[in-house]
């Protein structure tokens, strides 16, 4: 079992849409999580981190933790196609190292 | 505030020969970690700098190499540079809190092409 799972997609959807990007750690002691962005050729972008259960919400975009379900997700309200890039779920284990997912690939359509 | 900054921009070796990165880390950050993200991979954590001591290091052979230095700049060296060292290299700057580092802000990256 991968520590950190993602779904590759790619996941397509239409502009003003809501996008909705899922993933899973192994690591029940994982002490924190972060969502970054990457597009393509360039280095990743950090778009929020998240501490503890619940939602957090910053502009158009929602992080969710589920500790008990290892489930982390992020929500993108109406999605432009300048969102459209790799969404790497990153979970930091508590031993200083981020360990990241593979991305889902996000395609936003005019 | 300046960010995170990384040299070279790309780099092309051959097989064999060694490499150094380089790294400064954004202002008011003391943590330096390095990954390695391959073609249609999440970035791999390589190894971490804090106090120019390795703190945490990765599945990474001994040929990756680190050292950080007083003004917290670091660089990654690599020895005998195999074909599949060609990948993305990326810097990421944090500032330890509470011996936990803190959120990791990612440099542009090295491209590193080993022919």
């Known amino acids: 079992q991968k520590e950190v799972e993602q779904n590759s997609g790619p996941l397509s959807v239409p502009e003003g849409a809501i996008a909705s990007l899922n993933c899973t750690y192994s690591d029940r002691g994982s002490q924190s999580f972060f969502w970054y962005r990457q597009y393509s050729g360039k280095s990743p972008e950090l778009i929020m981190s998240?501490?503890?259960?619940g939602d957090k919400e910053d502009g158009r975009f929602t992080a969710q933790l589920n500790k008990a379900s290892q489930y982390v997700s992020l929500l993108i309200r109406d999605s432009q196609p300048s969102d459209s890039a790799t969404y790497l779920c990153?979970?930091?284990?508590?031993?200083?190292?981020?360990?990241f997912g593979t991305g889902t690939r996000l395609l936003v359509s005019p | 505030d300046a960010g995170v900054t990384q040299s070279p921009t790309h780099l092309i070796k051959t097989r064999g020969q060694q490499v150094t990165l380089r790294c400064s880390p954004k202002?008011?950050?003391?943590?330096v970690s390095w990954y390695q993200q391959a073609l249609g991979q999440g970035p791999q954590f390589i190894f971490q700098y804090y106090e120019e001591e390795e703190r945490q290091r990765g599945n990474f052979p001994d040929r990756f190499s680190g050292h950080q230095f007083p003004n917290y700049s670091s660089e990654l060296n690599v020895n005998a540079l195999l074909l599949g060292d060609s990948a993305l290299y990326l810097c990421a700057s944090s500032l330890f809190y509470s011996g936990v580092a803190d959120t990791q802000y990612f440099g542009p990256g090295t491209r590193l092409t080993v022919l």
């Open positions: 998240i501490y503890s259960n």
């Open positions: 202002s008011g950050h003391d943590t």
């Open positions: 990153a979970v930091n284990t508590g031993f200083q190292k981020l360990v």
